[in-house]
C-alpha cells in the first residue's frame, strides 16, 4: 500500500500563487509516475499534471500550461504543484496520484493510489 498526503491548499485571490505537496509514504516506489487531478463542485475529476519517474518528462493540461508546474523530490518521496496567475476557475479539490505506469499518464484508471485531496479557492 501507498499513502499519500496532500498539503499546501489554501485561499488566494486571482492572479496569487500556491504550492501543493505531496508526501508518500508505505510501500513507495521512485520507479512511478505520479500526477495531480482537480475536482469542482459538481463537476468530474480532471487531470491537471503528471510527471515520469524520474521528472524527466512531464504532461499538462490545456488548462493550466504555462502557469502551472509539476516537480518531484525522489530522495523526499514528495512530489510538488506550483500554481501560478491562478485564476477563480482553478478552484477545486486537487488530488495526487500515483501510477503503475513510469511515464506521465492523464486517465483516472491509471493511477491507483489517491490521496485525500486539498481545496484550493481563488477569488475574484
Known amino acids: 500500500q501507498v499513502q499519500l498526503v496532500e498539503s499546501g491548499g489554501g485561499s488566494v485571490q486571482a492572479g496569487g500563487s500556491l504550492r501543493l505537496s505531496c508526501a508518500a509514504s508505505?510501500?513507495?516506489?521512485?520507479?512511478?509516475?505520479m500526477g495531480w487531478f482537480r475536482e469542482a463542485t459538481g463537476k468530474e475529476r480532471e487531470f491537471v499534471a503528471a510527471i515520469s519517474w524520474s521528472g524527466g518528462n512531464t504532461d499538462y493540461a490545456e488548462t493550466v500550461k504555462g502557469r502551472f508546474t509539476i516537480s518531484r523530490d525522489n530522495a523526499k518521496n514528495t512530489v510538488y504543484l506550483q500554481m501560478n496567475y491562478l485564476k477563480p476557475e482553478d478552484t477545486a479539490v486537487y488530488y495526487c496520484?500515483?501510477?503503475?505506469?513510469?511515464?506521465?499518464?492523464?486517465?483516472?484508471?491509471?493511477?491507483?493510489?489517491w490521496g485525500q485531496g486539498t481545496q484550493v479557492t481563488v477569488s475574484s
Open positions: 496520484a500515483a501510477s503503475k505506469y513510469g511515464t506521465p499518464r492523464m486517465l483516472r484508471y491509471e493511477y491507483n493510489y
Open positions: 508505505g510501500r513507495t516506489s521512485s520507479s512511478n509516475a
